[in-house]
C-alpha cells in the first residue's frame, strides 16, 4: 500500500513561493492519479489541484488557476504542488492524496476518491 510525506511548507509574505513535495513509498505510486486538497479549520477540505496518473492530464481550482502547478516524478515517486504569486486565502494545511483507482481516465476533484492521504503540511501566507 501506497504511503504519502508532505513537506515544503512554511510561512511565507503575499506574492511569495512555496514548493511543496509529496514522497510516496509503496509499488502502485506510478499507476495512480494524485490530488493536493487544503483544508481551514471549520471549514471542508478543498480541491486545490491534481494529475493524471501519467502525468499528461492536470486540473485545477479556479482559484488557483495560474499560480499553481501540480507535476509528478514517477521515478522519484514524488508529485509537486509549485505555489507562486500566494496571497493570505491560500492560508491552510496542504494534504496530497492518492487516487484509489489505477490508471483512472477522468480525473476527480471528489476527496472521497482518494483512498491514501499525507499528514499535512501548514502554508501560511501573510499579507
Known amino acids: 500500500q501506497v504511503q504519502l510525506v508532505e513537506s515544503g511548507g512554511g510561512s511565507v509574505q503575499a506574492g511569495g513561493s512555496l514548493r511543496l513535495s509529496c514522497a510516496a513509498t509503496?509499488?502502485?505510486?506510478?499507476?495512480?492519479?494524485m490530488g493536493w486538497f487544503r483544508q481551514v479549520p471549520g471549514k471542508a477540505r478543498e480541491f486545490v489541484a491534481a494529475?493524471?496518473?501519467?502525468?499528461?492530464?492536470?486540473y485545477y481550482a479556479d482559484s488557483v488557476k495560474g499560480r499553481f502547478t501540480i507535476s509528478r516524478d514517477n521515478a522519484k515517486n514524488t508529485v509537486y504542488l509549485q505555489m507562486n504569486s500566494l496571497k493570505p486565502e491560500d492560508t491552510a494545511v496542504y494534504h496530497c492524496?492518492?487516487?484509489?483507482?489505477?490508471?483512472?481516465?477522468?480525473?476527480?476533484?471528489?476527496?472521497?476518491?482518494?483512498?491514501?492521504w499525507g499528514q499535512g503540511t501548514q502554508v501560511t501566507v501573510s499579507s
Open positions: 492524496a492518492a487516487d484509489s483507482l489505477f490508471m483512472r481516465v477522468v480525473i476527480t476533484t471528489t476527496p472521497g476518491a482518494y483512498n491514501t
Open positions: 509503496g509499488r502502485t505510486f506510478s499507476s495512480r492519479a
Open positions: 494529475i493524471s496518473w501519467d502525468g499528461g492530464r492536470t
